[in-house]
């Protein structure tokens, strides 16, 4: 009956009680922007503008990014269809692009290149920029590594070069308090491996800067992004607590805007490059940064494509020893449609040593070379650098698991070249260790010594308790060779205790299976049963099947009951 009445109105009264109803709800404190909105437009009033973009803001605050997409092309379709002013379409457009940045970055791409042209057009340079830079952002996410950063760069230079007026009135426009223009590009040098570069400019964006006032709902905090990139550059330099520091910084600045994806981001970062390499055997901490990501997660969802739930703790998953769930996280980042490079890479870092240890060398060699494109030759900064240092050396242990010598030696003379490129001290450990077993497996157990002495020396100072155990068990590797037992047994030991006190099982699994070989050399083949029969248990859950191909290959060299 309602509908009936109100489609028997002729057009000018029904616009008229629409006027007047939004006139009433906007005297009321609680009135509700959309469905002002919907009035006044339906009034054809021109305060359906205003209103339609409170709206927008509102759907932004609650992370209904979508809504929020909506609310502002609908204000960007009325001030088009009365040719508005350039400079507030330019802005709504930046707006609607970046919240379509996790949607679908390729259109962020194109809408920031249409806000840029409308933004020049209006004479605002420093929006201009602010778009160039933000393009730049969303092209790195999609691959465009080289030119992205450059972009990014230029923009910086630009914004910079404009008068203090010129800056202050791009944020008034953005509607936000003035923040670190360069914020994210610290991020993307660091993870390229730049990471004097990224620290250099965050001294003047981030160390030098004024803490920024925040609020609620503000949208982003470049401040915060550029201190994660501090964090991650600080932590691959050697200097976790400083890493740690920034990165409790960044998730507080989160946590009080309220940008949900954004605290399951450095929940992630902090995991994978803080907490996992330095911290391993602080369990508590883990699990508490583990726990805020997925309840992040959970609440980010309607800003986000199908993105798995846990992405953030694939690394930590994987070391506790739930390699199902791990691998079930890092394959849907990669099976999603049209993954982004970006993603693809971080979800690279858990699955290729998963398919290693599983038996799935194939796989391993196909996510390596789709991430190396130019194999071992791949050149400094062209890739993601946390994900290229594991790769390096998982493609270096594949090549000599095939005997494949020359093979190794280019991906470990790789993997050296990229430390010395970036200065990274993570990762010195493992490349050491690299190079040991590289001789061991030729034949020099000279070399090897050396080098597995500069690991242990690399890996105690800052401490990295994976790097560790790896150390103390290939030290006893070779203990045993040379039949030296009492070492051999001091440094599985300390393998061991390791290894529990990280609580992780396939570590442990691989240093029992070195203890059992020792029991073997010992001539004690009761014991080195025992033993076997504790890494099958642990190694058969985990599906790990070169390592069980392992303990079956030295059983059959015991001598019968």
Known sequence: ????????????????????????????????????????????????????????????????????????????????????????????????????????????????????????????????????????MIRYWLDDVADSIVAMEQADI???????????????????????????????????GRFDDAVSLGARQITDAPFPSLRVGQGESLYADGLIGLANAVAFRGHPHEAQHAMEQARAIYQTIEHHFMLLVVCQCELDWVQLPYFTDDLA???????????????????TTEMPLRRHAAGHLTIAGDWHAAWEISTDMMSIDKPVWIDYSIAARWLVPLAVWRGEADLAWRIIGRILRAGSGTEPG????????????????????AH??????????????????????????????????????????????????????????????????????????????????????KHLRESLQLAEACAAPFERASTLLEIARLRMAEDRPDDARAVFAEVRTICEPLEAKPTLERVAELERTLQPD
Not at 112 to 123: D, F, K, S, T, Y
Not at 285 to 303: I, K
Request: charged share 20%; proline share 4%; glycine share 6%.
């Open 158 to 192: 630009d914004y910079e070069a404009l008068p203090t007026p010129d800056q202050a009135r791009l944020w008034s426009m953005l509607g936000t308090e003035p923040d670190a223009f360069a914020g994210s590009l610290i991020s993307t040098l660091a993870t390229v």
């Open 1 to 136: 009956i309602r509908e009936a009445l109100y489609a028997d109105l002729i057009s000018l009264r029904r616009r008229t009680l629409h006027r007047q109803v939004a006139d009433q709800l906007i005297q009321t404190a609680s009135s509700d922007p959309d469905v002002v909105a919907h009035h006044l437009q339906q009034a054809s009033d021109p305060r359906a503008v205003d209103w339609l973009r409170d709206a927008g803001r509102r759907a932004e605050r609650g992370y209904a990014w979508l809504t929020a997409v909506e609310r502002y092309e609908a204000v960007l379709s009325k001030l088009t269809e009365l040719d508005g002013p350039a400079s507030e379409r330019a802005v709504l457009l930046f707006h609607i692009a970046r919240l379509h940045r996790f949607w679908d970055p390729q259109k962020t791409v194109e809408l920031m290149g249409a806000a840029r042209q409308l933004a020049l057009e209006a004479g605002e340079p420093a929006l201009a920029a602010r778009c160039q830079y933000f393009a730049g």
């Open 382 to 401: 062209t890739a993601y650098f946390p994900t290229v240092l594991p790769l390096q050396r998982l493609a270096a242990e594949l090549a000599l698991d």
């Open 285 to 303: 901490g883990c699990q508490r940064l583990s726990a805020l990501g997925e309840a992040a997660a959970r609440r980010s969802t309607s800003a």
């Open 404 to 489: 494949d010598f020359p093979n190794a030696r280019a991906w470990l003379a790789a993997h050296d070249r990229w430390l010395a490129w970036s200065g990274a001290v993570l990762g010195q450990a493992e490349g050491a260790l690299g190079w040991a077993q590289y001789h061991r497996a030729e034949g020099d157990a000279v070399l090897a010594r050396q080098q597995v002495e500069q690991a242990l020396t690399h890996a105690s100072d800052p401490r990295q308790p994976l790097a560790l155990i790896a150390v103390h068990r290939f030290l006893g590797q070779l203990d045993t060779d040379v039949q030296q037992f009492d070492q051999a047994e």
